[in-house]
T-cell receptor, first 110, second 114 residues
Framework: GQQVMQIPQYQHVQEGEDFTTYCNSS?????IQWYKQRPGGHPVFLIQ?????EVKKQKRLTFQFGEAKKNSSLHITATQTTDVGTYFC??????????FGTGTSLTVIP | NAGVTQTPKFRILKIGQSMTLQCTQD?????MYWYRQDPGMGLKLIYY???????DKGEVPNGYNVSRSTTEDFPLRLELAAPSQTSVYFC?????????????FGPGTRLTVL
């Protein structure tokens, strides 16, 4: 069954509103990665989190790794139309096997 | 650096036909992966390799085979194509020094089986 879940599956926001997607794993992860996939494109790496409780920022994007290393979140402040796409988390659930989350599709309404 | 390249970009197969999806990376990465992505869904790992001569099954390996004779190439073979294999296939690679790191994805192969 699905080992890495993401919510919500879809999110529509007005430009300028904030957006958050949550990722939950059924097992403890040694690290978690986040990717963005534009419509019709391929996943592009955003960031990797390794430490328990880690928080990293990239401009308007804030990434968190939970204390128990079983959950993570991505928060975008003041969304822009360039943020449109699907955001995936991914983690090495077993050894070198990466399991991707189900993804959150973000639509930004101008 | 071309990164990760995949051929073909598109392909239509008839049920029962076979084909090989090609994947090449020029970054000297030892880890390589094959994923499939069904419409509106996440990526599911088919097979992966941690180095030349070493491959292992992922989450959904049935109906596929792989080989890794060189560091650069990681072809995916479909035998007896079925409509359930209609999907977009992505190849990815990553450098590893004590664990998998950032994955670089190819542009994908869009496969339809009719």
């Amino acid at each position: 069954g699905q080992q890495v879940m993401q919510i919500p599956q879809y999110q529509h926001v007005q430009e300028g509103e904030d957006f958050t997607t949550y990722c939950n794993s059924s097992t403890t992860l040694s690290n978690i990665q986040w990717y963005k996939q534009r419509p019709g494109g391929h996943p592009v790496f955003l960031i990797q989190l390794v430490k328990s409780g880690e928080v990293k920022k990239q401009k308007r994007l804030t990434f968190q790794f939970g204390e128990a290393k079983k959950n993570s979140s991505l928060h975008i402040t003041a969304t822009q139309t360039t943020d449109v796409g699907t955001y995936f988390c991914a983690g090495p659930v077993t050894g070198n096997q990466f399991y991707f989350g189900t993804g959150t599709s973000l639509t930004v309404i101008p | 650096n071309a990164g990760v390249t995949q051929t073909p970009k598109f392909r239509i197969l008839k049920i029962g036909q076979s084909m090989t999806l090609q994947c090449t990376q020029d970054m000297n990465h030892n880890y390589m992966y094959w994923y499939r992505q069904d419409p509106g869904m996440g990526l599911k790992l088919i097979y992966y390799s941690v180095g030349a001569g070493i491959t292992d099954k992922g989450e959904v390996p049935n109906g596929y085979n792989v080989s890794r004779s060189t560091t650069e190439d990681f072809p995916l073979r479909l035998e007896l194509a079925a409509p359930s294999q209609t999907s977009v296939y992505f190849c990815a690679s990553s450098y590893s020094a004590g664990g998998p790191s950032e994955q670089f994805f190819g542009p994908g192969t869009r496969l339809t089986v009719l």
